[in-house]
């Protein structure tokens, strides 16, 4: 079965209701398509990143997210996570003392479902915390392939998580958890800004070679420029809070060579909504 | 996912931990209630004990007897000094074996991973073939070396000049009302010597003693590091400390010598109804280098500042403490680092955690004798708080008489970053998990000098302190 994320009708408001940021988003993604959504600063991109993976701050109070038609409007992230849902931050958060071998197996773990046994012992007693993670070894094989294949160093294992590293070693990272939780559908915010021309082809490179694998993917971004390595099968410009262009590849050369002034022509300046 | 039923017996399990375990007890002697002149004769007779200790203890008691209790710091006046027993002496033959022990100890233990040497130790199985195997052919190695590693009491007996020599002479019973009740009562503990050049390559542990008296309520522990030598001794395991008596008051007493090097860790995770107020002390000599890694967890009340007194040029101290405080719980620790000559350095780092009303803080002194030129100072404290019930406080000291010095001091209170956790949740952890590895990463500097099984026991340990934090 082709995994389905739709997005219905979406209204999300921020700040406890003050501001409404999306104002009916309409969007389905189907596992091996790739979506590219453009739009201007502000107009809300994050905002719908954010809250289809559930991030507290966003409220729904319009519409809905529908992941194999299953809601997700109700699921926790981790559990969004679960089902098969990956977000590439536009600002990957640093956590001190937390080293991404470490981080990465315990997110693995979960979202493999090795978490769901209780650890036990021989004897049917709770076992060791932590004893049933993925085990430590097959772990590390697997990390290590994938760090290679998508060029990290693999000093990364160890170093701390998103501390200290520079933006486009951070957007790496990210394709990298990516490869490693094995997603259905993943949006990726702005994962090429910020990269320099032989990083923005290694990203490229993944997420050609992971939408391959069955891998649906919105690809949010300001430039042109990733479109040469990673070719959208539709192109979304966002304004204001919703979608109001759809199209191929030539909505992206359009935007190019007239930026957004044409659509702000057509649906005009975006007014300060106060709900 | 836990089912719900998993998570239910999960929490009952957890309820039992929390007070940690007992074991059938069988006592040689017990002394009755309370404490007097006569009580400490007993002590003493028992243990048969040379006059000058027999005395150093009634002088100790006077001491005791007629110093206020501090007003400062945790509430202690819950203390019922007469309802105490103040010396057990536990049967030589072992009463108990592994199947005897409490479920929910042996779940614990299992939990935490704790070796089965240790287990045993710590739950009194007594000689068990395996760990003393290990002890003696450790002991075989240090005697060789000439080093001794014994329990306090042996200490005294077999090796009473050196004892003599050092014993009281960096904490004095004067020192605290606490000092002076463990000196007037002390039983157990570990007595290290380390001659000059030597270094043991392999940390002493407590549990290794495993002859002699488990963990006891006044321990004393007095190492000394001769010119050049290097140790590092660990005291304590993660397991859950259970106390029947609920007043713990140890001493350690350290010298460092010249250019010799000590590491004293320790991890303590008291039952929470014990007042656990410690002293600990070293000195350092000229080029010498002191350290103490100190976590401590549970307890109803800790006050403990692990101190350092460098008195010969160019020596170092470094305190790193932890403290972890839950429900009903205060944890006042912290370092104390005294520059008495030119050219030392210290540092202090200390973490807290404070969650589900419980209150951690930070109480240090830094002290700039005169004629200190030259010295470094860094204090770095910073406290987390899990949730708005929780408190941190930071009562830095500083007394410098002397210009030429440097001294930095940060302090930092953060609450768990909402957005550390939904980037966390997005990568498929719960809440209470990514809560869980937060708090993991913001220990790990100190962590990470624990010795590698301690370090990985520790992070269970914090796991198992977070259950139930969350929602
Ligand atoms: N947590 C928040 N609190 C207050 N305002 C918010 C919050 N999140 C988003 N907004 C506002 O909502 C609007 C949309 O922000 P969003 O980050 O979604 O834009 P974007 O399209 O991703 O922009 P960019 O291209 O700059 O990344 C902005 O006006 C922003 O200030
Ligand atoms: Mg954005």
Redesign the pocket.
Known sequence: MTSELVIQNLHVT??DGE?E?LKGVNLTIRQDEIHALM??????????AYAIMGHP?YTVTEGDILLDGESVLEMEPNERARKGLFLAF?YPVAVPGVSMANFLRTAVSNVRGYTDQQPTSEDGRPGVIGSNLMPMRDFRRELLDKMDEYHVDRDFAKRYLNEGFSGGEKKRVEILQMAMLQPKIAIMD?TDSGLDIDALRVVSDGVNKLAGTGLGILLIT?YQRILEYVKPDYVHV?YNGRIVRSGGAEVAHELEARGYQSVREEFGEPELVTA | MATTSDREALAGVKDEYRYGFSMPEEYVFKSRKGLDHEIVDQISDLKNEPDWMREFRHRSLDIFLSKPMPTWGADLSEIQFDDIYYYLKPTEKAGTTWDDMPDSMRNTFERLGIPEAERNFLAGVGAQYESEVVYHSLQEQWTKLGVIFLDTDSGLREHEDIFREYFGTIIPPSDNKFAALNSAVWSGGSFVYVPAGVTVNIPLQAYFRINAQNMGQFERTLIIVEEGANVHYVEGCTAPIYASDSLHSAVVEIIVKKNGRCRYSTIQNWSSNVYNLVTKRATAAEGATMEWVDANLGSKVTMKYPAVYMMGPRAHGEILSIAFAGEGQTLDAGGKVVHGAPDTSSKIISKSISKNGGRASYRGLLKVAKGATGSKSTVVCDALLLDDRSRSDTYPYIEIDEQDVQVGHEASVSKVNEEQIFYLMSRGLDEEAAATMIVSGFIEPMVKELPMEYAVEMNRLIQLQMEGSIG
């Open positions: 921020v700040n501001k940021v739009g201007p600063n502000g107009s809300g991109k994050s905002t719908l701050h536009q702005e300001h966002f």
